[in-house]
C-alpha cells in the first residue's frame, strides 16, 4: 500500500471502538511522533451535545474553557513518509456530509492511501494473539495483507460509511477490526491496541515506534491472568475458549511468508540482516 503521497490514520471512539484500543492507537502515534495539529471538524452539525456533552477545563487554574466533542487531524512527519492522524468521535447525525468532509481533507492534503482502524467485542481469549478482521478497496489489495472477504451484515458505524466514502473518491483504503474479549472489556486494552499498530505498519509498509505498549501488553495479561485465578468460572470460561481457537486455529505459514514477514519487519526497523 506504499504510496508517494501522505497517508491517513483514522479512528473513532464510541459503537467502532471497544475499550478504546483503536482510538488509543492513534492517540498514542500522536504522541510518539509529535503530530502536529492541523484541523478540527466544525461540531455543531454532526454532534448532538446532550448525548456527547461539552465539557469544562481550568487554564491556568482560573480561566474556564469549554471544549466541544469533534475530530480532529494533526500532520506527523515520519522517515518514510507524512502521516495525518484522524482521531475523534463517532458523530450523532449527517454521517454521509462527515466523511465527505474528512474526504475533502484528505484531498486537500494529497492523501492516496487510508488505514482504518476499529475495534469490536468478541468470544476470544485474552490468551491467545488478538484476532483481526478487515476489509480493503480492492481484491488486490486485500490478497496483499492476508485479508478474506467478509461476509457481515447488518448494523454498522461511522468507519465503514468513511471506509466506503474513501472507496468511492478513489483512494486506496483498508480497515482492521480487533476483536476484543468481552469479558475485560473495560479500556484500556493494550494487546489490542500494538495488534492494530503492527496490521498499520504491514499496510503502509513504515516503521511504528511501539513505546512501552509491549510492556502495557505484558502487565495487561498478568491481570487477567491474575483476575481468572481468583474467579474460576471466569477461568472456566477462558479455556473453553481457548480449546475453541485452538481447534479452529489455521494451518501455520509457509517458511516463504515467514521469510517475508521478517524481510518486512527487519526494513521497518532499519535494522537490515548482517552481511
Known sequence: MTATGRAMLAAFE???????????????????????????????????????????????????????????????????????????????MRWRAFCDELVDFAHELDVESVVC?????????????????????????????????????????????????????????????????????QPPCPKATLSLLHRAEDALDLAIPLGDLPEQTRAWEHGVDELAREDTEIAEYISSLEEREDEAELPEASGDAIAKAFERYLRRRDNPPAG
Open 14 to 92: 464510541g459503537w467502532n471502538d471497544a475499550a478504546d484500543a483503536a482510538s488509543g492507537a492513534i492517540e498514542h502515534l500522536e504522541r510518539e511522533w509529535q503530530a502536529q495539529p492541523f484541523a478540527a471538524i466544525d461540531p455543531e452539525d454532526y454532534y448532538d451535545y446532550q448525548v456527547n456533552r461539552p465539557t469544562v477545563r481550568l487554564v491556568d487554574g482560573m480561566t474556564r474553557r469549554i471544549e466541544w466533542p469533534t475530530t480532529r487531524l494533526s500532520v506527523a512527519k515520519t522517515p518514510e513518509q507524512e502521516v495525518v492522524l484522524v482521531r475523534g468521535l463517532e458523530p450523532n
Open 117 to 185: 482502524l476499529a475495534a469490536l467485542l468478541a468470544d476470544v481469549p485474552h490468551s491467545r494473539p488478538i484476532e483481526m478482521h478487515g476489509s480493503a478497496s480492492d481484491e488486490a489489495l486485500a490478497a496483499s495483507l492476508g485479508l478474506t472477504k467478509s461476509r457481515y451484515e447488518g448494523p454498522t458505524g461511522v468507519v465503514s460509511v468513511f471506509h466506503e466514502a474513501c472507496a468511492r473518491a478513489g483512494l486506496r483504503v483498508v480497515t482492521f477490526w480487533a476483536s476484543v474479549p468481552h469479558y475485560v472489556a
